[in-house]
C-alpha cells in the first residue's frame, strides 16, 4: 500500500535526481553522466537457483534511483548521510521535515587517491519495507548479517580490453567479505562505505580503471544474497552506470575532521616497500600467504613475444603513459607471486632495476589461471 505522500516523493526524486554535479542521461547515450541501467541486464540466483544453479535476469529493481555524486575530499570521505549540509540529506529533512520520512539507501566507494575520491550512489524506498524481508533484515541485523550478504556485480560495458578482461564480465562478489566496510543507519537511512584500497587487488585493478576513467562507461548493481531456497529469487536493490566521468569534475565536499578518514594513505610508502620484500620472499620459498596491502610505484610491464601464440595475459604498464598513478599494479605482482606454487610454469615474473623508475615489473599468465588467480583473492566470493 503505498504512502499519502507519494505524488509529492516522486517530483522530490526527480528533482533530486537533476540536482548532482555529474548529469543524469539516458542510460544508451550518458557521456561525463549517470544512468540507471535495465535490470534485465544482470543475472541474478533463479528460484530455483540451489537445484539448478540457474541464474535469471535481475527485473525491476526494489529501490528507485535517487543520485549518483562524484566528489573529493581533504581526507577520506565517509558518513556522508550523517552530515546535514549533504545535499541528499538536506532534501530528505527539507521535504519531509516531520512525521514519515522514505528510507535512503547509499553506498560510497571511496577509491584508493591522494585526492581522496567517492563515488556514491543515492537509493530511495518509496515505500514501506515489508517486515521479515531481506531488506527488512539488511536495516535490522547486526554487520556480521550485512557482511555476509550486501553482494555487488560489476560489469565494464565500454572500456579497453585490459581493463574488461581485469574486472571480467558481470563480476560479482559477497562486497563485506573482499573489502572492508562501515555500515551507519539511522531511522531513515542507511549508508556502505566501501574502502576499496583495503584490498590489494581490488586497489590494483581500480587504479588501472582509473587511468582510463574517461573511456571507461561502468554498470554496478547492489543486492542482498539469497542463501536460503525461501529467499529466492534475488533481486536487486539498485543500479547505478556511470560514463566517462573525469577526475576534474569531481565536487570538492567540507568533511568535519575525527582523525581517522586519513590514516590509509599515510602509510602507503611503508606498504610499498613491504610489498615487495613479500614478494621476493614468496618467489624464492614458493611460500602460499596472503597479503593485503596497497603499493606505490610507476611499473613497466612487456609481453614476451614467444608467448604470445599462448594467448597470455599481460599487464602493460608503462611508467611514461601512466605517470599519475603511483599506486599502480604491483599488488597485481604481489597476487601472481602469492599464488605462484599453484600456478606452475604458467606464471612469469622478473623484477630488475631501472634507472630512475624504482623497478620495473613483468607479469604474464595465460588468461585462464590469471583469471583465477583474481577471482581467488579479490573475487574469492564469485558465485
Known amino acids: 500500500m503505498a504512502n499519502p505522500d507519494s505524488e509529492n516523493e516522486n517530483g522530490w526524486i526527480e528533482r533530486v535526481k537533476e540536482e548532482g554535479a555529474v548529469p543524469l542521461l539516458e542510460p544508451e547515450n550518458c557521456p561525463n553522466g549517470w544512468a540507471s541501467p535495465p535490470g534485465d541486464i544482470f543475472r541474478v540466483r533463479g528460484p530455483e537457483y540451489f537445484l539448478t544453479k540457474v541464474k535469471i535476469p535481475g527485473g525491476e529493481y526494489l529501490l528507485k534511483p535517487l543520485g549518483f555524486d562524484w566528489v573529493k575530499g581533504p581526507t577520506k570521505i565517509s558518513e556522508v548521510l550523517k552530515n546535514p549540509k549533504n545535499r541528499v540529506r538536506k532534501a530528505l529533512d527539507d521535504e519531509f521535515p516531520t512525521g514519515y520520512k522514505p528510507c535512503v539507501w547509499a553506498f560510497n566507494l571511496q577509491v584508493p587517491s591522494k585526492d581522496n575520491y567517492s563515488a556514491i550512489a543515492y537509493f530511495v524506498a518509496t515505500e514501506p519495507i515489508p517486515d521479515g524481508s531481506l531488506m527488512d533484515q539488511f536495516l535490522k541485523g547486526d554487520d556480521g548479517f550485512r557482511k555476509s550478504r550486501l553482494k555487488l556485480i560489476a560489469n565494464i560495458v565500454k572500456g579497453p580490453w585490459l581493463v574488461r578482461k581485469a574486472v571480467g564480465e558481470q563480476a560479482i562478489c559477497v562486497i563485506g567479505r573482499a ?4 555500515y551507519y543507519v539511522a531511522d531513515n537511512f542507511i549508508e556502505v562505505d566501501i574502502d576499496i584500497g583495503s584490498s590489494m587487488v581490488a586497489s590494483a585493478i581500480v587504479h588501472l580503471a582509473f587511468g582510463y576513467l574517461t573511456t571507461l562507461t561502468v554498470d554496478l548493481a547492489f543486492l542482498i544474497e539469497s542463501q536460503t531456497e525461501s529467499e529466492l529469487p534475488e ?79 599481460c599487464f602493460l604498464i608503462v611508467g611514461d603513459v601512466f605517470p599519475t598513478f603511483p599506486l599502480f599494479p604491483l599488488p597485481l605482482v604481489g597476487m601472481a607471486l602469492d599464488y605462484s606454487s599453484s600456478l606452475s610454469n604458467s606464471v612469469l615474473l622478473e623484477f ?32
Do not use: Y
Open 235 to 313: 533481486r536487486i536493490l539498485g543500479a547505478v552506470r556511470f560514463s566517462e566521468l573525469n577526475a576534474a569534475a569531481a565536487r570538492p565536499v567540507e568533511l568535519s575532521s575525527d582523525g581517522s578518514a586519513a590514516n590509509s594513505q599515510s602509510s602507503l610508502p611503508t606498504r610499498f616497500w613491504n610489498s615487495i620484500g613479500q614478494g621476493f620472499s614468496n618467489l624464492v620459498s614458493g611460500a602460499h600467504e596472503s597479503n593485503s596491502v596497497s603499493t606505490s610505484s610507476h611499473v613497466n610491464g612487456v609481453v614476451d613475444p614467444e608467448r604470445s601464440g599462448k594467448e597470455w595475459l
Open 352 to 383: 630488475r632495476a631501472s634507472s630512475g623508475r624504482g623497478f620495473r615489473g613483468t607479469m604474464g599468465a595465460h588468461w585462464g589461471n590469471a583469471r583465477d588467480m583474481l577471482r581467488k583473492t579479490f573475487w574469492s566470493k564469485c558465485i
Open 179 to 182: 573489502l572492508t566496510c562501515q
